[in-house]
């Protein structure tokens, strides 16, 4: 909570210089001690018995927050396993290709 | 080309995890595996960028195995060049052109042939040209990496080295013509020899043929 507030202060230049590095490496910071880091475990279970639907979006929840372990390993569950289903995907075509 | 989804997420979330410091490298590897292969929301190869990404990998990383795997990717893409994209068949169209091209962008230096080959699937594509020397160097630094796969580098490594020995030119000219044939005595013997074969060559095929020759 006090990273949190630390952060906070330099985003918003209170008591101290407005800084949005400073800020995001606090924020940062808090994010990879949080308690959504269990996620991360639990994904990686996840992953161990072949469930690879349900890490993905675990991992993708965790990516949102910015979690550079997450994106990357999105990314490479998709790439690899191919988790959804394209043909399912019929609204992304037309923006895709044109 | 079908729609996949999942490349198009996997490459936007690879891009993302490039802007952190602690998986930057292992991303942008998968980056230069995406443009190496083109795959769904690059629609077309790029081996310019993906050599340019591999270097950048190569030179910052700390991880010495992706490093090892960013110089076999490295020498991978001089070792065959863009010439691999001939045995897409779906680029089969292209195939008479091709050769010309890399011929006359081999002629000129200058690898930008984009007016030769075909603009909407090659649109400004910088051609990479087969160099064996700087593919075995890249394979050279990449066996000396703590790299799990040492095997394939090392027989791709060898594969090159075989490309790159001119049989004809190493064997006939070096071998026979400028070192065996100087002296005359071995001239002579070469004589002889070819003499003494001939000669027995036809001394047997009188002997197996003697009753047909005598009737």
């Given at each position: 909570?006090?990273?949190?507030?630390?952060?906070?202060?330099?985003?918003?230049?209170?008591?101290?210089?407005?800084?949005?590095?400073?800020?995001?490496?606090?924020?940062?910071?808090?994010?990879?001690?949080?308690?959504?880091?269990?996620?991360?475990?639990?994904?990686?279970?996840?992953?161990?018995?072949?469930?690879?639907?349900?890490?993905?979006?675990?991992?993708?929840?965790?990516?949102?927050?910015?979690?550079?372990?997450?994106?990357?390993?999105?990314?490479?569950?998709?790439?690899?396993?191919?988790?959804?289903?394209?043909?399912?995907?019929?609204?992304?075509?037309?923006v895709?290709?044109? | 080309?079908?729609?996949?989804?999942?490349?198009?997420?996997?490459?936007?979330?690879?891009?993302?995890?490039?802007?952190?410091?602690?998986?930057?490298?292992?991303?942008?590897?998968?980056?230069?595996?995406?443009?190496?292969?083109?795959?769904?929301p690059?629609?077309?190869?790029?081996?310019?960028?993906?050599?340019?990404?591999?270097?950048?990998?190569?030179q910052?990383?700390?991880?010495?195995?992706?490093?090892?795997?960013?110089?076999?990717?490295?020498?991978?893409?001089?070792?065959?060049?863009?010439?691999?994209?001939?045995?897409?068949?779906?680029?089969?169209?292209?195939?008479?052109?091709?050769?010309?091209?890399?011929?006359?962008?081999?002629?000129?230096?200058?690898?930008?042939?984009?007016?030769?080959?075909?603009?909407?699937?090659?649109?400004?594509?910088?051609?990479?040209?087969?160099?064996?020397?700087?593919?075995?160097?890249?394979?050279?630094?990449?066996?000396?990496?703590?790299?799990?796969?040492?095997?394939?580098?090392?027989?791709?490594?060898?594969?090159?080295k075989?490309?790159?020995?001119?049989l004809?030119?190493?064997?006939?000219?070096?071998?026979?013509?400028?070192?065996?044939l100087?002296?005359?005595?071995?001239?002579?013997m070469?004589?002889?020899?070819?003499?003494?074969?001939?000669?027995?060559l036809?001394?047997?095929?009188?002997?197996?043929?003697k009753?047909?020759i005598?009737?």
């Open positions: 909570m006090a990273a949190y507030n630390v952060a906070i202060m330099h985003f918003t230049g209170l008591g101290t210089y407005q800084s949005c590095s400073v800020a995001n490496t606090f924020i940062q910071h808090v994010a990879d001690v949080g308690y959504q880091t269990q996620g991360l475990k639990e994904a990686h279970q996840l992953v161990q018995q072949n469930r690879y639907l349900k890490a993905t979006l675990i991992y993708m929840e965790l990516a949102e927050m910015g979690l550079s372990t997450a994106m990357l390993n999105t990314g490479l569950l998709m790439d690899k396993y191919s988790v959804f289903d394209s043909e399912m995907t019929y609204f992304a075509v037309d895709a290709h044109g | 080309m079908p729609f996949d989804i999942n490349k198009y997420l996997a490459f936007n979330y690879f891009k993302m995890s490039v802007n952190h410091p602690d998986t930057r490298d292992e991303a942008l590897i998968k980056l230069g595996d995406h443009y190496y292969y083109g795959v769904q690059l629609r077309k190869k790029s081996y310019s960028k993906a050599a340019h990404i591999y270097k950048y990998v190569e910052t990383t700390r991880d010495s195995e992706l490093r090892g795997q960013a110089l076999f990717n490295l020498g991978l893409i001089y070792h065959f060049g863009s010439y691999s994209s001939l045995f897409d068949k779906s680029n089969k169209s292209r195939e008479p052109a091709s050769p010309l091209a890399e011929q006359a962008s081999t002629s000129s230096g200058d690898g930008w042939t984009s007016s030769l080959l075909d603009q909407e699937t090659e649109e400004g594509e910088k051609i990479v040209q087969i160099d064996l020397d700087q593919a075995q160097k890249f394979y050279q630094l990449a066996l000396k990496e703590e790299s799990r796969a040492q095997a394939p580098v090392y027989l791709l490594y060898l594969y090159s075989w490309q790159s020995v001119d004809y030119e190493s064997i006939v000219k070096e071998l026979l013509v400028n070192n065996i100087k002296s005359p005595a071995n001239q002579l070469m004589v002889v020899g070819a003499a003494a074969y001939l000669g027995l036809f001394g047997t095929v009188r002997y197996l043929r009753d047909h005598e009737r």
